[in-house]
């Protein structure tokens, strides 16, 4: 158990739909990474907060956004969502030394998209 | 970062012998190299990693080799279990202290 929650363990919607994933990080850990995980594309990094402020972005489509909030939580949020949106989601979590740090994944959302 | 090849990406062995699974990157920057293991149905659980102050690291029966003239780093699991069948993912952090760029996976079986 690495310590970072996520919820929900799966998600099933229709196409055109949002849906937000939600990820409690590791106690202490100030950093949250959100990473999709894809048959073709494989583990490809989303975005990255630290402290509640954006810190980096990666192959994040416009269709989707995140937040960390006060309590250190991350919401990743996906709207109009498409079928090749379907695909495991995870959150890691790190102190956010910058050291680059070690990163600590959860179990992942898997959403499907009908 | 930037591109990170792993090889192979499947490995069936015997129990008790040695698997070795090799990555190369491209990013001269890259600084740190960890390795995760992913289980069906779990997320990547970190098993061992690397910065490039050092050309070695183990622990019990997994060590990594950092190569950074050649650009590639490696996972050596000695006398393997059954346990140890999983998907293991390479990474890299590029010259970043944030974005991991991963290898595509090398599924190990390990036959009793």
């Known amino acids: 158990d690495s310590g970072v929650t996520q919820t929900p363990k799966h998600l099933i919607t229709a196409t055109g739909q949002r849906v937000t994933l939600r990820c409690s990080p590791r106690?202490?850990?100030?950093?949250v990474y959100w990473y999709q995980q894809s048959l073709d594309q494989g583990l490809q990094f989303l975005i990255q907060y630290y402290n509640g402020e954006e810190r980096a972005k990666g192959n994040i489509l416009e269709r989707f956004s995140a937040q960390q909030f006060p309590d250190l939580h991350s919401e990743l949020n996906l709207s109009s969502l498409e079928l090749g949106d379907s695909a495991l989601y995870f959150c890691a979590s790190s102190p956010g030394t910058g050291a680059p740090d070690t990163q600590y994944f959860g179990p992942g959302t898997r959403l499907t998209v009908l | 970062g930037e591109n990170v090849e792993q090889h192979p990406s499947t490995l069936s062995v015997q129990e008790g012998d040695s698997a070795v699974i090799k990555c190369t990157y491209s990013?001269?920057?890259?600084?740190?190299f960890p390795w995760y293991k992913q289980e069906l149905g779990k997320g990547p659980q970190l098993i061992i990693d690397i910065r490039s102050n050092v050309g070695e690291k183990k622990d019990q029966r997994i060590a990594v080799t950092l190569n950074k003239t050649a650009k590639h780093f490696s996972l050596h699991i000695t006398e393997t279990q059954p346990e140890d069948s999983a998907v293991y993912f390479c990474a890299d952090s590029g010259g970043s202290n944030y974005k991991l760029t991963f290898g595509k996976g090398t599924l190990l079986t390990v036959n009793p």
């Open positions: 106690s202490g850990d100030l950093s």
């Open positions: 990013d001269s920057a890259s600084n740190y």
